[in-house]
């Protein structure tokens, strides 16, 4: 009896002096190895060019390497579910586009919740798109693409980077703009979709500056409009599709930094004051406007910014999608 005692109070000692070890224990430092950077979409297109372009100087900030991870699919969804899944301490970050807040209502199965698995870190930057055809497309301009595609629109084929991917957005709104319906071709990415636009496989694509201002400018591809209201400063020859005739055409795509839910408010904090810093650096100030891109004020880049803003944005897509019918099963 005594014996089972001893055991007991010993057991119970141990125990305890590990209870008391762990919650006297130090918080680990953060970062305390390198960091990953999911992007959902394939390297070498515009929300990769983005991570690439910011990951360098966020790691000078944080001081240790951010390492960009290529998560491809479903339209961003298979990376949003892994960083949801990853485990909550810094180490593991997303950044994804507006696909955030149109995949609840594009995807009848989503395994991971925008507004319920996620910490929000800020908002990135916003950028508009381009309508661009293969090089040696018939059509030599906007008139001459409304005509073409009246006489061939089963001939013609539509790249994207799959449901919920800004360029699928694009692309159904430019449908839906020139009433017609063309063959959507889906890709991992706007990079390989790109590749094949270059490479004369597919005809038209809807995409970002961020990946499709320099092609412009060496005449790589054929452009045929910008999808702000407004002309580009990095493009200033390129009409608006609006000023063409396809009234209120309108897309800038917005980007926001998560991390899993329940990472710890003081590391959120050091990787929002590194983002902002990034943001701010000359380097990445000068690319992003050479690429017409915006970065958000200062308030947008914060927690509270991503989150009123991802809310406000799946209100706004929700209604428009089912109303239009499209959805994954
Ligand atoms: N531009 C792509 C999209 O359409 C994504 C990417 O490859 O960055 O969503």
Not at 175 to 188: F, G, H, R, S
Not at 226 to 246: C, F, H, I, W, Y
Not at 294 to 309: C, N, R, S
């Amino acid at each position: 009896m005594k014996r089972q005692l001893k055991t007991l109070l010993l057991a119970c000692a141990v125990a305890c002096g590990v209870v008391n070890g762990a919650a006297n224990a130090q918080a680990p430092a953060f970062p305390d190895k390198p960091i990953v950077l999911v992007v959902p979409f394939a390297a070498g297109g515009p929300t990769d060019v983005v991570a690439r372009m910011i990951a360098i100087p966020m790691g000078k900030s944080l001081g240790q390497t951010v390492l960009v991870e290529n998560t491809v699919g479903a339209g961003g969804t298979i990376a949003a579910t892994r960083v949801a899944r990853a485990a909550p301490n810094g180490h593991t970050i997303f950044i994804h586009h507006m696909g955030m807040a149109t995949a609840p209502a594009l995807y009848k199965k989503l395994s991971f919740d925008p507004l319920k698995d996620f910490e929000y870190i800020g908002q990135v930057v916003d950028v508009p798109m381009t309508m661009l055809a293969r090089k040696d497309f018939p059509a030599n301009n906007f008139a001459e693409l409304q005509t073409y595609i009246k006489a061939n629109k089963e001939k013609v084929s539509l790249a994207n980077a799959g449901l919920g991917a800004v360029s699928h957005l694009c692309g159904l709104l430019f449908m839906t703009a020139m009433e017609t319906d063309l063959n959507t071709i889906p890709y991992k990415g706007t990079g390989p979709a790109m590749n094949d636009l270059l490479g004369g496989q597919v005809d038209l694509l809807c995409d970002q500056t961020t990946q499709t201002v320099p092609l412009i400018k060496e005449a790589r591809v054929k452009v045929y409009g910008v999808t702000t209201l407004k002309r580009l400063s990095a493009l200033p020859n390129v009409p608006t599709l609006d000023e063409q005739g396809l009234k209120g055409f309108e897309v800038k795509v917005w980007h926001g930094m998560y991390a899993p839910k329940d990472t710890p408010a003081a590391v959120i904090d050091k990787i929002n004051v590194a983002l902002r810093a990034a943001l701010q650096d000359p380097m990445v100030k000068q690319r992003l406007a050479d690429l017409s891109s915006d970065v958000p004020p200062m308030d947008k880049i914060t927690p509270a910014g991503l989150k009123t803003h991802l809310e406000a944005e799946i209100k706004k897509w929700g209604p428009v999608i089912r109303k239009a019918g499209i959805y994954a099963d």
